[in-house]
């Protein structure tokens, strides 16, 4: 693999093999973006295009060998018999209606004959573009009687009209269209086309009931990494499709338990923690005032804060369920309570306003937003909008912002950027982590940008 590589690199830093490797990748990016991106249209086609494959060179192979041989051998078979008419009326004496020569042709050899006075022959008529008996009774006739000829292959539909000039005498002979040509050929085409089809279509039903388990796995992955429930699903389809199902379930079922364990053991450690933080705040209030017990409330509010921040982070999205929501009634409660809070918060939103999300989470993901803009600015914008099946909503702030380098640091959890931040104000770093894992577990993400206002935007971007 290493050395095809390495070939590779130097066949494309070659002068001569360069406009063939770019050609190579505008036919590769021509052909992916012409081709169907689906699973069931791409085995179609793998299907499909080798039976047309197929057939068509049945096709050419039948019409180019078979018929052409059988309709030579037949067109000869024909042009025999009227030489052996013409050798006799040369050679032999005749009676003076040819009776007899008329008679033999009619009940020996199946054909009509009429013996006409000498005249010119009629001019060639129009000849189709493709006509295997006139190219093959005209070579035959050329070939094997070598005298003057008019034939008819186009004006009558069951019959082949042929005249030979002899030295006193017109030849003219109707045959059967059938006895040159092999008339019933296109049975055989008939019967594969049909078959092909009829095949085709059970081979269609058959690959569709193979794909839809793919696609009712495809469908719960989807809806379990959008935090949504999972109902009546069960491994069904193909042994590996099934491996796959299973997989997936249990892979469900773990992660299902392992977020039950971690709430159940957070439940416990936040009462405790709680009962404890509640004994302090009982002792400082017997405490008389002063700048000592002050500032010890202040720090026990401060592990308050932290602490449900902490519990937050950690349970994540628990038992929510994903429930159709006003997303401009949403926003519009976060302005209201900015608003009480006497912050500067205004919001927007356009298009329709319902989607399927968990409305606590999205909510709490939100206010992180808001309260980290305001606490870092003056004003703060909130717009919102759904487009091709996707929730967006852009959080603007005026304030100092985030380098482009930093933006990925402020997701870690625990972490802040006092370069970027204020160090005075207190925290835990956890609101922008909050914020994506909310984002995350609804299947979508969050983008920290420039902002037009010019502080720090945070875009979320989820499914609706």
């Known amino acids: 693999m290493a050395n095809t590589e390495i070939l590779f690199r130097k066949l494309s830093k070659s002068a001569f093999f360069r406009p063939l490797l770019r050609g190579y990748r505008s ?39 078979h018929y052409q041989l059988v309709t030579k051998r037949m067109s000869e078979a024909v042009v025999r018999e ?11 004496p005749q009676d003076p209606d040819h009776a007899k020569i008329e008679q033999l042709a009619s009940s020996a050899l199946g054909m009509s004959t009429t013996i006409l006075p000498l005249e010119p022959l009629p001019p060639p008529a ?43 005498s017109i030849l003219r002979v109707f045959t059967r ?38 696609i009712r796995l495809a469908d719960a992955s989807e809806a379990f990494g ?26 469900r079922r773990r992660i299902e338990r392992q977020i039950e364990q971690r709430t159940t053991m957070l439940a416990g450690v936040s009462h405790d923690l709680r009962t404890i933080l509640t004994r302090l705040r009982l002792q400082l209030a017997f405490l008389s005032e002063s700048p000592e017990s002050e500032a010890m409330r202040k720090d026990v509010d401060e592990m308050s804060h932290m602490l449900e921040d902490y519990l937050a982070f950690a349970s994540g999205d628990g038992d929510e369920e994903a429930q159709t929501t006003d997303i401009s009634l949403l926003l519009e409660e976060l302005e209201e309570e900015a608003e009480i809070s006497g912050l500067l918060v205004t919001t927007h939103f356009e298009g329709p306003t319902d989607a399927q999300v968990k409305r606590l989470s999205l909510k709490r993901c939100l206010s992180n937003l808001v309260t980290n803009g305001c606490k870092y600015g003056n004003r703060v914008e909130v717009a919102g909008s759904i487009e091709r099946d996707w929730l967006t909503i852009t959080v603007d702030d005026d304030g100092p912002g985030i380098p482009e380098d930093d933006r990925e640091l402020a997701f870690r959890a ?9 160090q005075d104000e207190s925290g835990s770093g956890l609101g922008l982590a909050i914020a994506r894992d909310v984002a ?24 609706a």
């Open 226 to 251: 959008k935090g949504r429930p999972v109902e009546n699903f069960r491994a069904s389809g193909a042994r590996e499709v099934r491996r796959a199902s299973v997989a997936f379930i249990d892979m």
């Open 414 to 422: 625990f972490h802040r950027l006092d370069l970027a931040r204020n």
């Open 27 to 65: 036919v590769s990016r021509l052909l992916y973006r012409l081709m169907p991106k689906g699973l069931y249209t791409r085995t179609f086609l793998i299907i499909v295009a080798p039976i047309v494959i197929l057939q068509s060179v049945l096709v050419f192979v039948f019409m180019e060998r």
């Open 177 to 214: 269209r059938s006895q040159t040509f092999a008339s019933n050929s296109h049975i055989f085409l008939v019967w594969m086309f049909t078959t092909s089809l009829v095949l085709l279509i059970i081979a269609l039903l058959f690959l569709r009931n193979q794909i839809r388990p793919i």
């Open 82 to 92: 009227i030489a052996a008419m013409v050798y006799v009326l040369e050679n032999y």
């Open 126 to 168: 129009p000849k189709p573009f493709f006509d295997v008996i006139d190219q093959e009774l005209s070579r035959a006739i050329s070939q094997k009687i070598r005298k003057p000829f008019w034939i008819d292959t186009v004006g009558r539909s069951r019959f082949v009209e042929i005249r030979i000039q002899l030295k006193d």
């Open 440 to 463: 995350r577990s609804h299947g979508g993400d969050l983008y920290l940008e420039d902002s037009p206002l010019g502080g720090l935007r945070a875009r979320l971007r989820i499914p």
